[in-house]
């Protein structure tokens, strides 16, 4: 049975409709308009316990509001969301027991107070016991550095402890059902590693998790699932291993060449695979179909041949996918 | 399992807490607040120089006024700015997403804000106790029917401010609603002039309103300007606003929290 389904979910917004300038403020003061938009429009969405699911898409695709819809925020305009069998608008309160909720633009923290203060204050919102309250402090700290800032006030934090913090707040009380809106925002590299790292450990002790986030490496570091939507509407929904091998047919292969590379000899020596010069003039770039040949089979042959200095070889990437797929190059 | 007061106990811990961090606004409001009674206590000894003046002698206006500070530095120092940020800046969507019902988290707060007000009451009380030696209650049961006035002001003042807070979810601003809150509340409560001195229908004005029980109940109270059967009568009136407008709020709430529109991240 699916711990989250929703079916057909719509939400519609009155926006104002004005025209630009002075005129434009002094008639919509006059005579208002306004304009409907769909920001998520008829999203099914079904997950199983346990599945780790990146919700992705372009800017205004619609991703905050479906976790906005999905958390309870939201009253859907049509459709509906049931999470754990509950109505998360209707049953607001119970429903909120089983699920954790980071908005990476949004801090839970008391901005003016010690982090602890926080986490103790959520720590009775959500019942938890003494001893369960004192292990997850103590996981947290050893996963995610939490003692060396929890004195601290949450205004004196910088980012990565922060969201480190925020992380915290959304875990405390073990939730069932874990939505994450762009936990890696702004952070540096060493900070998203530790999170995913986190977040991995998370998912592999049995909690389902939606994660939208614009970091693809986000993405393939912590889900198994991807559900790309654009225009508020679903444009893929799978595993991210089917997405890369229904989309990325082709590999490629940088090498290095001991003298200056000539691609057009190259082309006609080696015809099954594309040519391209590199930015050096030794440096060559070699394109092949990834269902045709194995990686095995095109180094074999070419450093054979060519005796390559150095070569690297690019593994495939879900990020031209999804970008083809935002600009409808790709359809399921 | 923690308590559901425990909870409320939290949150207005927390409120209170975020209060002490701002150590000088309760040397400002003491400032101000002390401030403004020294003013309206020079006022009124001139105009009562000359003797009574609609029931108001000297004796009885130190009361009123020293009753005025305390109610008005526990009313305008609570928080109401920090419940009506949540809304415009979108930190509802975050309350949303907790297991608390969101009016009852916020009276706690609210209330916890309030509370830290009392050290500032407390001095203030007790400096113009010193200066000015007002005269004690009516009766001992007219001191602790004022002192239950005075709790009563408490979520009364929440019930009221929660309800003009919630009105930003339709007006988007929240400054133009405070202004307007606290002219009226500051003019129909009897903070600025006692309601004795305004003409009958504007009396009757304040009186259908929530605002007289901010000062002119627990005034009337203390200085035995009702029985006691009207000061019970006034307290029943004062804790039916406060339920009318928990309740009001609820209804308001409901509708409002249809129209949350939190874009963006």
């Known amino acids: 049975m699916p711990i989250l389904e929703a079916r057909s979910l719509t939400k519609t917004f009155r926006r104002p409709d004005k025209t630009s300038g002075f005129k434009g403020a002094v008639k919509h003061l006059v005579q208002r308009k306004y304009k409907n938009y769909t920001a998520v429009d008829g999203i099914d969405l079904s997950i199983e316990p346990g599945e ?3 919700y992705v898409g372009p800017n205004g695709a619609g991703k905050s509001t479906t976790v906005k819809l999905l958390t309870g925020i939201l009253r859907p305009s049509e459709g509906t969301v049931r999470v754990m069998g509950r109505d998360p608008h209707t049953e607001r ?34 019942g938890v016991s003494d001893a369960d309250y004192k292990a997850r402090i103590a996981r947290f700290d050893e996963l995610l550095d939490l003692g060396e800032f929890m004195p601290a006030l949450a205004r004196t934090l910088s980012l990565g402890q922060r969201m480190r913090a925020d992380l915290a707040c959304a875990l405390i009380h073990a939730p069932k059902m874990v939505y994450l809106d762009e936990p890696t925002i702004g952070l540096d590299i060493s900070v998203k590693d530790r999170l995913r790292a986190f977040l991995r450990e998370l998912v592999d002790g049995g909690t389902t998790l939606l994660l939208t986030s614009h970091d693809l490496a986000d993405i393939e570091e912590v889900c198994e699932r991807i559900v790309v939507i654009d225009k508020g509407a679903v444009a893929y929904d799978g595993p991210i291993q089917q997405l890369k091998a229904h989309y990325i047919t082709t590999k490629a292969v940088n090498l290095f060449l001991e003298g200056p590379a000539d691609v057009d000899e190259l082309k006609l020596k080696f015809p099954q695979y594309e040519w391209a010069a590199g930015e050096a003039p030794s440096e060559v770039t070699v394109t092949y179909e990834s269902r045709h040949f194995t990686a095995a089979e095109v180094l074999g042959g070419l450093t054979a041949e060519l005796a390559p200095r150095d070569l690297s070889l690019s593994e495939p990437s879900i990020e031209d996918v999804i970008r083809r797929l935002y600009a409808g190059e790709l359809t399921k | 399992m923690t308590s559901a007061f425990a909870v409320d106990r939290a949150f207005a811990a927390i409120a209170f807490k975020r209060r002490l961090a701002y150590k000088a606004q309760w040397v400002v409001a003491l400032v101000l607040g002390g401030g403004a009674m020294l003013v309206s206590m020079a006022m009124w000894r001139e105009l009562l120089a000359g003797g009574a003046l609609s029931g108001y002698d000297w004796d009885s206006m130190r009361a009123y006024i020293i009753i005025g500070f305390v109610t008005a530095t526990v009313v305008f120092g609570a928080a109401d700015w920090q419940v009506a940020d949540r809304i415009l800046d979108g930190h509802i969507a975050v309350d949303l997403t907790k297991p608390v019902d969101f009016q009852r988290a916020r009276a706690a707060e609210y209330i916890g804000s309030m509370v830290s007000t009392v050290p500032t009451v407390l001095v203030g009380v007790l400096g113009a106790w010193l200066l000015f030696d007002p005269p004690g209650p009516a009766t001992p049961l007219a001191g602790l029917l004022t002192a239950v006035s005075f709790v009563l002001v408490f979520p009364l003042a929440f019930g009221l401010t929660y309800l003009t807070v919630l009105v930003c979810f339709w007006t988007k601003r929240y400054l133009g ?15 600025v002039i006692p309601l004795a001195f305004m003409p009958s229908w504007l009396q009757a004005v304040a009186w259908a309103l929530p605002f007289p029980h901010f000062t002119t109940t627990p005034a009337a109270i203390y200085l035995g300007r009702v029985d006691t059967a009207g000061a019970l009568g006034l307290l029943a009136a004062e804790a039916a606003w406060t339920l009318g407008l928990w309740f009001g709020a609820r209804i308001v709430f409901n509708h409002a929290v249809k129209k949350v529109t939190v874009h963006g991240g």
Do not use: C
């Open chain 1, 52 to 54: 780790s699911v990146a």
């Open chain 1, 93 to 126: 309160i119970a429903n909120a027991h089983d699920i954790g909720v980071l908005f990476g633009q949004r801090t839970q923290l008391w901005w003016d107070l010690p982090v602890e203060e926080s986490l103790k204050l959520l720590k009775h919102m959500y």
């Open chain 2, 177 to 191: 609603v405070m202004w307007l809150r606290e002219a009226l509340l500051g003019f129909f409560s009897g903070m």
